[in-house]
């Protein structure tokens, strides 16, 4: 059994000695000479459809990606504003309480009644400081601003006043951050 493997090698390589000889003389006698050209089927490879999917994956990541960040920031700016306008709402319900205070300090006659309603006022305005809430600076003869309050009533001016001065604060105005909550409400002169 040997011998016959043996042989069908030696007749194998027999086979592929002869096969470059005349190969060769074929190149001598001005043959031409064979060049290997891949020619690219009409079809795609798997290879080049597997890349075009990747690629297209890769794609639709970056828009979904993209998308959900959007997503994300408008989320985000909406939840922020619901949350400011909670804010300004719970504070508008709570600011006649703070008005009625401020009336009941200024008809106080003892001052210990005085000193307990004055306590309730600054507790109060430290929950509004906490709420980024503030009152709107605004006192007699300041100059009338329609953005941070609204006049009442006007008043011929007297002596030593300007026109278009605030006169008297009647309310007082708050305002959240730069957002007015209640306009102050005052009286001018004309």
């Not at 043996?6 to 031409?32: P, R, V, W, Y």
């Not at 079809?43 to 794609?59: V, W």
């Not at 989320?75 to 619901?82: D, L, P, T, Y």
Request: net charge negative.
């Amino acid at each position: 059994m040997e011998n016959n493997t043996n042989d069908t090698t030696e007749n194998e390589i027999a086979e592929d000695d002869l096969l470059e000889e005349e190969l060769d003389e074929e190149m001598e006698d001005g043959g031409e000479e064979f060049t290997y050209t891949e020619e690219k089927p009409d079809k795609p490879s798997d290879l080049e459809r597997a890349l075009a999917y990747a690629e297209d994956c890769k794609r639709k990541w970056y828009a979904v990606s993209a998308e959900y960040d959007n997503y994300r920031k408008r989320n985000n700016a909406a939840v922020s504003k619901a949350y400011a306008d909670g804010v300004a709402d719970s504070v508008l319900k709570l600011l006649p309480v703070a008005d009625n205070f401020g009336y009941a300090l200024d008809s106080a006659c003892d001052e210990k009644t005085r000193s307990g309603i004055e306590k309730i006022i600054k507790s109060f305005n430290t929950i509004l400081a906490s709420l980024d809430v503030e009152e709107i600076p605004l006192n007699e003869g300041d100059p009338f601003d329609e953005s941070v309050a609204e006049a009442v009533m006007n008043f011929p001016c007297g002596e030593g006043e300007a026109p278009n001065c605030v006169k008297q604060v009647l309310k007082k105005g708050y305002r959240n951050k730069n957002k007015v909550i209640r306009f102050a409400q005052v009286t001018v002169t004309v």
